[in-house]
């Protein structure tokens, strides 16, 4: 999708005052491999003309933890994104799944695999380069100036009640869950003929421990004891969550427990061992 001023400035009169770019790279051959329709001249245009128009909270996403990526060039995307003086940065460390062209070009030795050691590297220099930036490290994967946190995403992280419009969009109301059927033609055809279009679930309350677990943590914020409710869940997670604040994973301030920076790196692990099963 090409930017137009115009049509960011009419969404801004519409109520919309708040953009995200899917950027990933700002380095065309890592766009190629990666099979991104844009290149890293569309790239910068896209940002320049998004500054420029009436929506003033930019944020941008790049990927880290790609094969020939490198820091050099992971640290080159950075500063151009600092560059712009953007108000907010996502983060998404690649993952392989199986199956994928990236997991065939990896069989075929066409590119090399990343490492935990390279994630580790590279997530730290984000987390360094975005401190010295000005930005707050306000959930794992995203970075921010001063106030300009994704309201969208933080009522996710806290648990707040929200509507999904649209085909496969997810909606909460604090009890129970439904998602909406991921084909475009038979959405539109569920509407109009009145036809149940989602499907739904109630969370028990244990999935409700459970994500709370998984979307607290993530946050600077962390885990307010207070805020488990059952009695056998706290008695539960105060006794896992022990060794991960002893080893210097977590750490702990009236009644908050948070991940330190090399508890983030792991927070998957950590989380999972204080799931209910």
Not at 54 to 71: A, E, H
């Amino acid at each position: 999708m090409i930017l137009i001023k115009k049509k960011l400035d009419d969404y801004f009169n519409m109520g919309i005052n708040r953009l995200s770019i899917g950027i990933q790279s700002f380095d065309d051959e890592i766009l190629k491999s990666l099979n991104r329709s844009h290149n890293s001249m569309q790239a910068k245009n896209s940002v320049e003309i998004a500054i420029n128009s009436r929506i003033k909270n930019i944020s941008v996403d790049i990927m880290f933890n790609l094969p020939n990526q490198g820091l050099k060039k992971l640290d080159e995307s950075l500063n151009i994104c600092f560059g712009y003086d953007i108000n907010h940065l996502s983060i998404y460390g690649l993952t392989i799944e199986p199956n994928t062209v990236l997991h065939k070009r990896i069989l075929q030795n066409e590119i090399s695999k990343p490492s935990d050691e390279i994630f580790i590297n590279q997530y730290n220099h984000i987390a360094d380069l975005s401190e010295k930036k000005g930005f707050v490290n306000y959930e794992i994967s995203n970075f921010c100036k001063k106030n300009y946190e994704s309201n969208h995403n933080k009522n996710y992280w806290f648990g707040s009640e929200y509507l999904g419009v649209g085909p496969s969009a997810h909606s909460f109301n604090g009890l129970s869950r439904r998602w909406n059927v991921k084909n475009n033609f038979l959405y539109m055809k569920y509407l109009k003929t009145n036809t149940k279009y989602y499907e739904s679930e109630t969370l028990s309350k244990k999935d409700i421990y459970n994500e709370y677990i998984i979307r607290r943590l993530r946050t600077d914020k962390g885990i307010n004891i207070k805020d488990i409710k059952q009695k056998s869940h706290k008695v539960f997670f105060l006794r896992n969550i022990q060794s991960w604040q002893k080893d210097g994973y977590i750490s702990n301030k009236k009644n908050n427990y948070f991940l330190e920076r090399k508890g983030k790196i792991i927070c998957d692990k950590i989380t999972e061992s204080l799931f209910l099963i």
